[in-house]
């Protein structure tokens, strides 16, 4: 059976979901648009580390720390419908019916954290998502990662471990950034996705086929 392989952000969604979803949360909640300011250190050690994980741990520790596994389950569904409809790419839209269609096995593979990137793969018709994995107390979010930031070459370990479970006679894979880079070299058909200049450079050297969606 063909494999496809999906990116999210920016390759499927126009633009990063999860600081908006945070964001929106908080709008619903303006009391609670002052946490905000407990990410100061975060931000500032990220100019000097560039960890993305360690960052984004501390957005959700920070902001949604405390929120039931109800209270995010019900808000992700709306989140994730929202953003289906008004801020993903037709062309990607069109590309996952097309490989549904065909009866391919469908993978979301995201670097955004489990609490909602798995609504997105129900609402979209996947077959498997592979997300970051956040920590919870009982019933209620914690924010720590638990696993490693689903992005860059964690990305490619995540997908060679799949594959080395199956059998597919053709593999497709779609990201948008250099970051996707490593995972698309792994399939027969790697696609780079709206990337920026310096992407789409890297990707011709390594002769991954660059696309644009609208």
Not at 168 to 192: C, F, I, M, Q
Request: glycine letters at 6%; hydrophobic letters at 40%.
């Amino acid at each position: 059976m063909p494999i496809a392989i999906f990116d999210l952000d920016g390759t499927i969604t126009r633009r990063d979901t999860l600081f908006p979803l945070v964001m929106r949360w908080l709008a619903q909640r303006p009391w609670q648009l002052l946490k905000l300011a407990w990410l100061l250190p975060a931000v500032v050690r990220y100019v000097f580390d560039h960890d993305r994980g360690a960052l984004k741990q501390s957005l959700l520790r920070a902001t949604l720390r405390g929120v039931t596994r109800t209270e995010l389950t019900a808000f992700s569904e709306s989140f994730v419908r929202d953003k289906i409809a008004r801020d993903c790419f037709r062309d990607a839209l069109a590309t996952v019916q097309r490989h549904r269609n065909a009866g391919h096995y469908l993978v979301l593979m995201s670097a955004s954290v489990d609490f909602y990137i798995p609504e997105f793969g129900r609402q979209l018709g996947f077959d498997h998502v592979i997300s970051t994995e956040v920590a919870w107390q009982g019933d209620r979010l914690d924010g720590t990662l638990t696993s490693a930031n689903r992005r860059g070459e964690e990305k490619a370990r995540c997908l060679r471990e799949l594959l080395a479970t199956r059998d597919d006679t053709e593999t497709y894979a779609y990201g948008n950034s250099d970051s996707d880079l490593p995972h698309l070299r792994l399939v027969k058909h790697g696609l780079l996705v709206n990337g920026n200049p310096a992407a789409r450079r890297q990707a011709a050297r390594l002769g991954v086929a660059c696309v644009d969606w609208t």
